[in-house]
């Protein structure tokens, strides 16, 4: 992938960046976890349901992500933002900070952060670590006593700042997409939205996505392996 000096770089990541930092990807872990479907586990209905069950399994994302090291493909996406500084723009549907930890400014995570989480009712998003892992720890609002949950966007809630997501695909002129399956949606549309203006598209991911045909370049192989030769 060679850049040209007015380039405007618009990248998507998805879980398969984060594959070689150890964290699995969804459909690569058969998309269970303990026996649930991730479905089960990341939508309003479940936290409605059985909160105790959802703050698990985001106490142990927070585990694994903390224990977990941005690999040489988050680092040369940094490197590129480097080069390209206000001309680069990323998209994350990852709520792990391995971009962040990486060097990475510009970065947005359109499905929220495990990082942060925020009051039901009041809806701030604060920082926040912490594990909840039985009924009785469960956090709960200083200021007004309700449920606090994950700042995460679940199944059927809507990903943040659309908005400003289409304003930077509109105005790239190359969309690089890395390691997400092309099966969730928005996403997976942005590449439509590219080529349907003009945007040159490319993929990069050990196999090919399911929104294959609308790239314009395929890369096959890893992050860790690829990127840095983009970065060169
Ligand atoms: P998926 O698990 O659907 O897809 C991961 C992709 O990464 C697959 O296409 C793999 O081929 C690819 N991959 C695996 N190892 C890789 C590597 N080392 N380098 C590059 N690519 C690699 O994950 P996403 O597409 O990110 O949503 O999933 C999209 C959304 O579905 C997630 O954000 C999450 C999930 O349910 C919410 O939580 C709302
Ligand atoms: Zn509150």
């Known amino acids: 992938m060679k850049l040209n000096a007015d380039d405007r770089l618009f990248v998507l990541t998805g879980a398969g960046i984060s594959a070689e930092s150890g964290l699995a990807t969804f459909r690569g872990s058969g998309g269970l976890w303990n026996g649930h479907r991730v479905e089960e586990v990341a939508t309003p209905e479940a936290w409605q349901a059985n909160p105790e069950l959802v703050w698990r399994f985001y106490s142990m994302r927070r585990r694994d992500a903390m224990a977990a090291e941005p690999n040489a493909g988050h680092k040369a996406l940094a ?17 792990d900070d391995l971009h962040e930890r990486a060097g990475s400014k510009r970065v947005h995570h359109m ?9 039901e009712r009041c809806a701030v998003p604060f920082a926040d670590k912490g594990i909840y892992e039985s009924a009785d720890t469960l956090p709960l609002c200083e200021k007004c006593g309700h449920a606090v949950r994950p700042h995460i966007v679940w199944f059927g809630e809507i990903p943040l700042d659309m908005d ?49 045909d609308a790239f314009d370049e395929i890369v096959l192989g ?11």
Do not use: D, W
Not at 80 to 92: A, D, N, P, S, V
Not at 180 to 192: H, K
């Open 164 to 212: 400003g997501i289409y304003r930077e695909l509109e105005r790239a002129t190359v969309v690089l997409v890395v390691g997400t399956s092309g099966s969730v949606y928005p996403a997976a549309g942005f590449v439509g939205i590219a080529n349907q203006r003009g945007i040159r598209t490319i993929y990069v991911g050990p196999e090919e996505p399911l929104n294959a």
């Open 222 to 232: 890893t992050a860790a392996e690829m990127l840095p030769r983009f970065a060169s």
């Open 79 to 95: 490197a590129i933002e480097q080069k390209l500084g206000e001309r680069f723009y990323l998209c994350t549907q990852n709520v």
């Open 111 to 119: 499905h929220g952060t495990l990082f942060q989480s925020r009051c």
